[in-house]
């Protein structure tokens, strides 16, 4: 059979992909007496720290068992944002009455091209990460199973590596719901599900965390008929309730069918079919779907390393114990990233291991404490935190107050059809002093790191308001709120008199 | 306008109680079971009805003293078809048998609005008759029967509710809601009060936010700034959240009301008939319509639901009782808004304002759009407690004389005013 243009294409990606990150016929280099640091897991943060180490003059060993670039660029942000985009791209085509145009009668979708187009996006961005690449800067990098074999050396497919520190950072793989049935019948997680040969009919997402949402939505947007279970009333836990509902609401408009509060009990196959039963307050009903796909979240990548045998401290759930300085209990060893740390996010990952090196090669004494970590789901509004939640700041009895300005109150948002979200600065009260901030938008992501800024460097309030923003902007509702915090800082009679004039 | 929306209101209670079990119907419509929230409501709006010389008052007496021996006497083993549970009641019940429907919750604020309606009654009906002294007494038996403590199955948030198939639900009273008089009665019980982690645990979830130029704590429904208000007057009296922002509960809810306004004036979806004198969104019932594209997006219509500002749900559907439950707070804004509802809203002068949701932009627009049929009791009962208080402050009266409520704030942390 002839083989078509795009699947020439199609394979031409997926070769340059992985000839990048996992080179076919690769011959480790000699090894060395003693390397000045060996890293353990060549993810975003095992990558940064060979490249500063490197920098700094070390030597510097890399072993990575499977592919460069880690979850992030293999099987998490960087597929599941590619293939968001393609899904914004057919919600805007149904909807383009919204904006003033008109929805094609028909619509079809293309797979094939979507997860082409995602390959392609694979393929160019691991150039900048490629296994030739990283050798050509001096970076000793070897392909295997690593294990310590004692506190200073660790053995890579039988060859024995010596150290004078370590890092691991072998990141975090998924964590797999126990639900009885489901390895039978078969299930996806954010490894695979880029590997669907073709879109399904129908979806079961198992966890409302931020995977499970975007890619409910995601999918839904596509055409697939989405069920998503989640066991607790709210999706994403851990963020403001408002901005959760949000979501929620997002995910109903898309068509996604909802079920909060609902656990995934049994599973079973049916035919062809998969049929999952949910258990909400007591009520079993049952779901039949063509595949399920599970986002329950991430648990450390730890197996096999025979941490006992360096004097390594960890359990399943947190991974590796590490102090402030980001040290094992063998203070040659360190750790970064998913592998050690709650925020599993790239940026943290890579910020910690800069300050892991720095610590390490150069005797520094950076925290992790002193990161300044913003994060973003990239749901559709995207919802964007920095910094501490509100009853976080409570439960260590600071006061808190909140500047609030709804995106319905911007002139951008509203021009975009795009007014559904809020920014939240939360300040320590009676001050301009930035303790964290919340923003749902189209572009909360973006519009965060004005606020990452403004607490990395120290800036209040009065300062950010004073920073002209340009107009028309979504990005402009940081500057409002800045705005009203001046604004509020009247004398107190005054403002009192002012409010009491409102009602 | 003000007494004859109170009148009306009032009258919902004697015509929807069932004559053997004394259990007040939900709503209005034909099959509605009792909700024992209601009931408590009935309770409280005895004492208005007596004294406003609309029943007399041993028929009112009476009418209470029916509940509360039908509910001192129901099945408490929190079996599928019982009543209740550790003192608790089953949110919706059977209204001539008293029995559990729907599988529905055992709810604790449901059952906390049935006790403070038990306990506003007796403190109402003071007389040595043996009919009211055996009404006192059984107030404070059932409250002194309600295991609060148990509804802190974690030891800190007190839980929404229980359920024979599951146990307790997987919500609690977190963030500003309605529970401060369940948290009231709940610590100031002398038999099973709650421990101070769950009043703890509630207001560590509190938000005090900057809004539209308004300072506040906030909570989207304005149902939620208005419930604890029927009952408890929060007037100068503040716990250690209120001192610390110096402000208190009741000017609290004189900012949620100019929220409101200022939400509908926006009107940021462009829902008919939002502006400065039609505001209300709240809990209550919604046209449940087939969805309509509006000013450049799909809209869907819910049915009952809570609804809120500024994140919603709006669907432009206004709860009118909501406007009238303000009048305490913002007199001047809620009486220009109510004869503008009057004049404006769907059906028949009044009753759009009594019916538990009208919404301008569905249903026939000639005649006003959609009008909730029927009236709901909760919408009933706040009516009739918030008009008194504007009216008299009889129910915050008879509220500032129970000693459990006067002992619950005083543990959570309440000084100041008539405390």
Same mark, same amino acid.
């Given at each position: 059979m002839a083989v078509s243009s795009a699947e020439r294409a199609k394979s031409n990606y997926e070769r340059e992909y992985l000839e990048n990150l996992c080179p076919t016929g690769w011959r480790n280099p000699a090894p060395q007496s003693r390397y000045d640091l060996l890293i353990l897991g060549a993810g975003p943060d095992g990558i940064v720290a060979a490249r500063e180490a490197v920098a700094l003059g070390a030597r510097v060993a890399l072993i990575e068992r499977h592919r460069l670039g880690g979850g992030s660029l293999n099987y998490g942000c960087i597929p599941s944002k590619a293939l968001l985009r393609t899904a914004r791209l057919y919600a805007e085509m149904r909807h383009a009455e919204n904006f003033g145009g008109v929805s094609p009668a028909r619509i079809p979708f293309d797979w094939p091209a979507a997860m082409m187009r995602l390959q392609r996006i694979r393929a160019r961005i691991s150039r900048t990460a490629s296994a030739s690449g990283l050798s050509r800067e001096g970076i000793a990098l070897f392909f295997g199973n690593a294990r310590f074999i004692s506190p200073d050396a660790v053995a890579v497919d039988g060859v024995t590596l010596r150290f004078k520190n370590a890092l691991i950072a072998t990141g975090s793989g998924p964590l797999l719901p126990?639900?009885?049935g489901l390895a039978e019948v078969g299930f996806l997680t954010s490894e695979t599900v880029f590997d669907l040969p073709e879109l399904p009919e129908s979806l079961l997402v198992i966890g409302g965390g931020p995977l499970g949402c975007e890619l409910a939505q995601a999918f839904a947007r596509l055409g697939t008929r989405t069920v998503i279970a989640h066991s607790e009333p709210l999706f994403l836990p851990q963020e403001e309730r408002d901005a959760a509902q949000m979501v929620s609401d997002a995910l109903a408009r898309d068509g996604v069918e909802i079920h909060l509060?609902?656990?995934?009990v049994k599973a079973r196959a049916e035919g062809k079919m998969k049929a999952v039963d949910l258990l909400r307050d007591g009520q079993s009903m049952t779901t039949t779907v063509d595949e399920i796909l599970t986002g329950i979240g991430r648990m450390p990548a730890i197996q096999g390393l025979q941490l006992e045998l360096a004097g390594i401290d960890y359990d399943a759930e947190r991974g590796i114990h590490v102090d402030d300085f980001l040290r094992t209990r063998n203070p040659r060893i360190y750790a970064a990233g998913?592998?050690?740390?709650?925020?599993?996010?790239t940026n943290t990952a890579a910020a910690s291991a800069r300050i892991v090196v720095r610590n390490a090669l150069r005797r520094g004494r950076e925290r992790l404490s002193t990161l300044t970590i913003p994060w973003c789901t990239y749901t559709d509004p995207e919802i964007a935190h920095v910094g501490l939640y509100v009853q976080e700041a409570s439960e260590r009895r600071i006061p808190v107050k909140t500047f609030t300005i709804p995106m319905h109150d911007i002139d951008r948002a509203i021009a975009d059809s795009e007014d559904t979200g809020f920014v939240k600065i939360h300040l320590r009260e009676g001050s301009d002093h930035i303790l964290g901030a919340t923003v749902v938008a189209r572009n909360a992501g973006e519009m965060i790191n004005t606020v990452s800024l403004a607490m990395a460097t120290r800036i209040g309030l009065v300062a950010l308001s004073k920073v002209m923003h340009a107009y028309p902007t979504q990005g402009s509702a940081i500057q409002r709120a800045a705005e009203a915090y001046v604004r509020s800082r009247r004398p107190s009679r005054l403002a009192a008199w002012w409010q009491s004039r409102q009602i | 306008m003000i007494d004859a929306l109170q009148r009306a209101a009032f009258e919902y209670f004697p015509r929807v109680t069932?004559?053997?079990?004394g259990l007040v119907a939900?709503?209005?419509?034909?099959g509605s079971p009792a909700s024992v929230a209601v009931v408590g409501f009935a309770l409280s709006a005895y004492p208005v009805g007596v004294t406003r010389g609309w029943m007399g008052r041993e028929a009112a007496a009476e009418h209470c003293l029916r509940v509360m021996r039908f509910l001192s006497r129901s099945d408490q083993s929190g079996r599928d078809d019982s009543s209740g549970f550790h003192g608790f009641y089953f949110h919706f019940l059977d209204l001539g048998h008293g029995r559990r429907v729907a599988q529905c919750e055992l709810s604790s604020i449901d059952t906390a609005f049935l006790i403070m309606g038990m306990l506003m009654a007796a403190a109402f009906f003071d007389a040595s008759t043996p009919e009211e002294t055996e009404l006192r007494q059984l107030a404070l038996e059932l409250y002194h029967r309600v295991e609060w403590q148990w509804a802190q199955p974690h030891g800190t948030a007190v839980a929404h509710g229980w359920k024979? @198939?599951?146990?307790?639900?997987?919500?609690?009273?977190?963030?500003?809601? @309605?529970?401060g008089v369940l948290h009231a009665l709940g610590l100031g019980s002398p038999t099973h009060p709650l421990t101070r982690a769950g009043v703890d645990a509630w207001t560590a979830t509190y938000q005090w936010e900057h809004l539209y130029g308004f300072d506040f704590l906030y909570a989207g429904p304005l149902f939620v700034h208005q419930f604890p208000h029927a009952w408890i007057d929060f007037r100068g009296i503040r716990d250690r959240f209120m001192r610390d922002k110096d402000c208190d509960y009741f000017e609290n809810s004189r900012r949620a009301v100019a929220v409101q306004r200022e939400y509908c004036i926006r009107n940021p979806r462009s829902f008919d008939g939002y502006d400065a004198d039609c505001w209300g969104l709240s809990a209550g019932d919604g046209p449940a319509a087939a969805s309509q594209r509006i000013a450049g997006r799909r809209q869907a219509f819910a049915g009952y639901a809570s609804r809120g500002v500024p994140w919603g749900p709006d669907d432009g559907t206004i709860n009118g009782a909501s406007c009238v439950a303000s009048l305490v707070f913002a007199p001047e804004l809620a009486l220009s808004a109510l004869r503008t509802m009057y004049t404006r809203a769907p059906g028949d002068p009044g009753s759009s304002v009594r019916a538990s949701g009208f919404n301008a932009t569905v249903g026939d627009r000639e005649q006003g759009g959609w009008l909730s049929p029927g009236e709901f009791g909760l919408d009933q009962g706040i009516i009739v407690l918030m008009i008194e208080n504007f009216r008299t402050g009889l129910p915050w009266a008879l509220g500032r004389s129970i000693t459990g409520i006067r002992r619950g704030l005083k543990r959570a942390g309440f000084t100041g005013g008539w405390l």
């Open positions: 126990g639900i009885p509060n609902s656990k995934a998913d592998v050690c740390l709650e925020h599993r996010f | 069932h004559p053997a079990t939900d709503t209005s419509r034909p024979p @198939e599951c146990g307790f639900l997987n919500y609690a009273w977190q963030g500003y809601n @309605e529970s």
